[in-house]
């Protein structure tokens, strides 16, 4: 089943004719066109270097496109100014496979600490931080370092951290590589939850059990074009 | 309100910074303090240099001894040509009954009597010539020396010129050392702060993701840069009030002459200080983040 076609106005990402092309005259994006719609979940699948992350990279304006066009809730990425690229991050919510939380600091000063360095006052903080825990299940792990966390409690606590905005988006880059097959099945559980809260959902991932399992939208990228964009579809075409 | 909390999460991490990295913090809090302290002691001498040609300006004139036993009216005619001469502003007439008063005055300032053994000593009279400009000094002793009343000339030109080329060298070497030891600070705090910053490179990492502000990566940083700065600063403050007390006699013996370096001057030389050490930490911060954390983080 393929994806049906989408205007302007319904997609909250939309890629048009992106290409990104390094220095060293590697072609990690070639030519995609890409639309996601608000509340969406999305496997992006692919081997690696097939430009997966490339993506993400667009997508959280950390990389610009040698071509084409990357726009998010309509706004065209490439004319946001360096000054304003901070307000678009907070649209978007990222996790990664290494979790990436700071050793220092418990899973609430963790989390809040996304509150804290982008203004937020204290009774915010105060307010967001128990309800993100509790939505992902760590009330109970508070106080402690991620350290003393299994694999999959830290997974918790970065996207607790990543919904601290609110954000329109979560983009989770193998959020399971790093845990075994239960808790990587929690961790998917748990995106689902958010994903049927509202929030968009691009998971990449090398997961093929998970994939196939759940038979979302899949989006297989392979030397940066996009093979595959099917609803309801399995890791490898079928 | 934002810009209030701003300002605390900014001066918190900072701290945080500077405690974290404390070794480095301190070395180069010590270098601001090396620099502080020669630019204070230059300051003080160049200050008491300047107060001293100051009171060598206000003196520096021709002093002209008059031969023995002149009429009044020879002194009144004297005087009167003088006063006509390029470059002279006023004449006074010490005579000898004044100027051993002066000398009497003189001794009692200093807490002592002036003792003659008994002799009955009568000091020369003499004109004392106020310059309108001390440059003009030599050519009006030229002048005098003409005048038959007149038996010797005395200036403090010479004096002048010396204490003004001394005070240029020191200008110039205090100013050539202070710009090398203040290369030097900055490089310190530049390198401190870019530990700093590698240290929370993950944190920094972090906050680009969750969307923290440009601001919010780099004020910290430039802050902790600051409190190296402004630590260093009020140390060598409360060292110069330590030294205060002894600095202004020592200066008055080494010039042989009053030097006015007082409250007022202590209060204009803890502000620079203050100012300055706060400013090299800014800018030595300011350059580690642009260079480490890019134009726009």
Redesign the interface.
């Known amino acids: 089943m393929t994806t049906p076609a989408v205007t302007t106005d319904e997609a909250l990402i939309r890629l048009v004719d992106v290409s990104v092309t390094y220095p060293n005259g590697k072609v990690a994006l070639n030519n995609v066109d890409l639309d996601i719609r608000r509340g969406d979940f999305i496997f992006l699948v692919g081997p690696s270097g097939a430009g997966k992350s490339t993506l993400i990279r667009l997508l959280?304006r950390e990389q610009v496109a040698s071509s084409g066009r990357v726009y998010l809730a309509g706004r065209d990425l490439a004319r946001v100014s360096?000054?304003q690229?901070?307000?678009?991050?907070?649209r978007i919510g990222?996790v990664f496979q290494d979790f990436?939380l700071?050793p220092n600091k418990t899973v609430r000063e963790n989390v809040a600490?996304?509150l804290?360095?982008?203004?937020a006052?204290l009774s915010e903080i105060r307010r967001r931080v128990p309800r993100l825990l509790s939505l992902v299940g760590l009330e109970d792990q508070a106080s402690q370092l991620p350290s003393q966390l299994s694999g999959g409690e830290q997974q918790r606590a970065a996207i607790a951290?990543?919904l601290?905005?609110d954000p329109a988006i979560l983009i989770a880059d193998e959020p399971t590589g790093n845990l075994d097959p239960v808790t990587g099945w929690e961790i998917v559980q748990l995106l689902l939850e958010i994903n049927g809260l509202g929030t968009t959902l691009v998971m990449a991932t090398h997961n093929q059990e998970i994939v196939t399992a759940l038979r979302r939208r899949v989006v297989a990228l392979e030397d940066g074009r996009i093979v595959r964009d099917e609803l309801g579809a399995a890791y490898r075409r079928s | 309100m934002g810009f209030l909390r701003f300002l605390r999460f900014a001066l918190v991490r900072a701290g945080q910074g500077f405690w974290r990295n404390r070794m480095m913090s301190l070395a180069a809090t010590a270098t601001v303090i090396l620099m502080l302290v020669l630019l204070s002691g230059l300051v003080i001498v160049l200050g008491g240099l300047n107060s001293g040609l100051a009171y060598i300006e206000s003196k520096v004139g021709v002093t002209a001894r008059l031969v023995d036993d002149l009429t009044t009216d020879q002194v009144d005619a004297l005087v009167t040509d003088v006063e006509q001469i390029p470059g002279v502003a006023s004449v006074t007439y010490v005579s000898p009954e004044e100027a051993m008063h002066r000398l009497e005055e003189a001794y009692a300032q200093r807490g002592q009597t002036l003792d003659t053994g008994g002799a009955d000593i009568t000091l020369y009279a003499s004109i004392e010539v106020d310059l309108t400009d001390p440059a003009m000094g030599d050519s009006v002793a030229a002048a005098l020396s003409e005048r038959p009343e007149i038996e010797r000339i005395t200036t403090r030109q010479e004096q002048y010129d010396k204490l003004i080329g001394v005070t240029n060298i020191i200008r110039l070497a205090g100013i050539a050392a202070m710009v090398l030891v203040g290369l030097t600070v900055v490089f310190m705090i530049v390198n401190t702060i870019r530990i700093a910053v590698f240290s929370r490179s993950r944190e920094i990492e972090i906050m680009r993701l969750v969307g923290a502000s440009d601001a919010f990566i780099r004020w910290p940083f430039i802050v902790e840069g600051m409190l190296c700065g402004l630590l260093g600063a009020v140390v060598t403050v409360l060292l110069v009030a330590l030294i205060w007390g002894p600095v202004q006699p020592l200066l008055i013996e080494i010039f042989q002459m009053p030097t006015a370096v007082g409250a007022q001057f202590y209060t204009f030389v803890a502000a620079l200080i203050l100012t300055v050490g706060l400013v090299v930490g800014m800018l030595g911060s300011w350059i580690s983040v642009r260079a480490h954390l890019g134009a726009g983080a």
């Open positions: 959280i360096r000054s690229v901070h307000r678009l991050r907070r990222v990436r700071l600490f996304a804290e360095v982008t203004g006052p951290r990543a601290v905005h």
